[in-house]
């Protein structure tokens, strides 16, 4: 399975930008398509952003349109989520998610068979 690793959480004000990064090891060339997904207190994890199989695209949930950017390089094992202009609505633990079966885009988290251990971001008013 693969191993992946979030870094670059933290505590924000509203309005701050913040850039999360994902490293990937092991078996990385097994990896399909790789993603963002967050959870909040209360709430169930939810689609964030993510990189199509070929990394020729990216997609978004619409709440983080034009807000938080996604990139990476799949052959590396790297993804990045850029988050700009923050909003208190934007705290959740963030998670690196890849899939190393499906083989296509996906927007439900149990296409995704490889998880990290999560980042906590917290943006205060």
């Known amino acids: 399975q693969v191993q992946l690793v979030e870094s670059g959480g933290g505590l924000v004000q509203a309005g701050d930008s913040l850039t999360l990064s994902c490293a990937a090891s092991r078996h990385t060339n097994r990896i399909y398509s790789m993603a963002w997904f967050r959870q909040a207190p209360g709430k169930e994890r939810e689609f964030v952003a993510g990189?199509?199989?070929?990394?020729?695209?990216?997609y978004y949930t619409d709440s983080v349109k034009d807000q938080f950017t996604i990139s990476g390089d799949k052959s590396k094992g790297t993804l990045y989520l850029q988050m700009n202009r923050l909003k208190p609505k934007d705290t959740a633990v963030y998670y690196c998610?890849?899939?190393?079966?499906?083989?296509?885009?996906?927007?439900?988290?149990?296409?995704?068979?490889?998880w990290g251990q999560g980042t906590q971001v917290t943006v205060s008013s």
């Open positions: 990189i199509t199989p070929g990394g020729t695209a990216t």
């Open positions: 998610a890849a899939d190393t079966r499906l083989g296509a885009y996906s927007y439900n988290r149990y296409d995704y068979d490889s």
